[in-house]
């Protein structure tokens, strides 16, 4: 009597999907992938698992606490399961397709797998989906990532979304050889303005006018074009003014807001960067932006389709019609090539009507005519 239940008992944070939600999920990520197309980004598909000293090489490192790690028993050298496509996909543009002219788009979709969840996603094994557009340095390109991104989210009838746009590599800069600098960074990533304005010297003092350039963009980039920043960071600043106006001039209804000192989740990014969130979801739809691949300037954004499919309808129920044993095959073709599901039976039932309902269907054949199975 214990078996099923023990063999159904699976680990922490791991789930299947089931009918119709499973077949929901994979409609959905072929809309998405067709959106990416048709802005000319090719699809690749990495393997699950690498040599671990691919996988976590240089982008791929900041994920390396997140990483599956087993022995291969053929070559004897230890392999990771991803739990991020995008290391992925930079390893393939800077090595099989580094002769392919620049600027290379490519897109991406496949399942991840974590060590541990979050407060907010206790899931660890996840759909990814995203693109990549590497070997263009340009506010261009980061823009058109930004705007890629989010008319596929509306072309999957994602409503009401946001960018909360970052600068990863802001406080870096402006802690770079000051004295306890690992102190205000640990309070700016807590948003400790307190910590800060206790703080002494002028790196202090553009920390804590950094913590209040938060919020619509409009208003942050105007805030933050008021704080003096050394030349460096005025350049990471005057960047994301160049995107923000570029997607401006394009989608001028989408909501962009700006938080200058977030880094968290960040870890490998190298400029603009862009945290994705929906306003019925307390989850992040996705995140992205510019990062090194092998050297090479890349910008991209990653979907997270668990949470897109939280904010979407379900799926819609597709009309089931039982084909009784012996109903014509060109009966079924033609309600197949009208969108309609058949399940054909396999039997002679006592009760046709009983067998249909019992399989799911509202309808059935009966002498070439679809009659309801009630």
Same mark, same amino acid.
């Given at each position: 009597?214990?078996?099923? *239940?023990?063999?159904?008992?699976? *680990? ?6 089931? =009918? ?22 090719? &699809? ?27 022995? $291969? ?68 390109? $980061? ?86 920043? =050394? ?5 990471? &600043? ?85 084909? *009784? ?50």
């Amino acid at each position: 009597m214990t078996e099923f *239940p023990n063999r159904a008992l699976l *680990p922490a944070g791991l789930r299947d999907i089931l =009918p119709p939600f499973a077949a929901h999920e994979a409609d959905i990520v072929t809309r998405l992938m067709a959106v990416f197309d048709s802005f000319g980004y090719d &699809r690749i598909k990495p393997p699950l698992m690498e040599f671990e000293d691919s996988l976590l090489a240089e982008a791929g490192g900041a994920i390396a606490k997140q990483t599956f790690r087993v022995m $291969d028993p053929i070559s004897q050298r230890m392999m990771g399961v991803r739990s991020d496509m995008t290391p992925q996909v930079a390893r393939i543009a800077t090595t099989r397709l580094v002769h392919v002219p620049r600027p290379l788009r490519l897109s991406y979709a496949g399942q991840v797998l974590r060590v541990k969840g979050t407060q907010l996603r206790a899931e660890r094994q996840f759909a990814q989906a995203g693109i990549e557009l590497i070997g263009a340095s340009s506010a261009a390109a $980061d823009a058109e990532v930004v705007l890629l991104t989010a008319r596929a989210l509306e072309a999957l009838g994602v409503r009401d979304v946001s960018f909360d746009l970052n600068l990863p590599t802001l406080v870096p800069l402006i802690l770079r050889d000051v004295a306890g600098a690992q102190d205000l960074r640990d309070a700016v990533e807590h948003k400790d303005a307190a910590f800060v304005a206790a703080a002494a010297g002028p790196a202090a003092r553009i920390l804590g006018a950094l913590i209040e350039a938060v919020g619509p963009s409009d208003r942050a980039l105007a805030r933050l074009a008021a704080i003096d920043l =050394p030349p460096a960071a005025a350049a990471e &600043r005057d960047r994301l003014a160049e995107v923000v106006a570029l997607v401006r001039a394009e989608a001028p209804r989408l909501t962009l807001t700006v938080d200058p000192v977030e880094s968290r989740g960040f870890e490998y990014h190298a400029g603009v960067a862009f945290t994705i969130f929906a306003r019925h979801s307390s989850g992040e739809l996705g995140r992205g932006g510019r990062y090194l691949a092998q050297g090479e300037p890349a910008t991209g954004a990653t979907l997270f389709m668990d949470t897109v499919l939280d904010v979407l309808p379900g799926p819609a129920v597709r009309k089931r019609v039982y084909l *009784p044993l012996g109903t014509p095959a060109e009966v079924g073709e033609q309600l197949r090539g009208v969108g309609i599901v058949t399940v054909a039976g396999l039997d002679q039932p006592m009760d046709v009507k009983a067998e249909a309902r019992r399989l799911g269907c509202s309808h059935l054949v009966a002498a070439g005519v679809v009659v309801p199975a009630e």
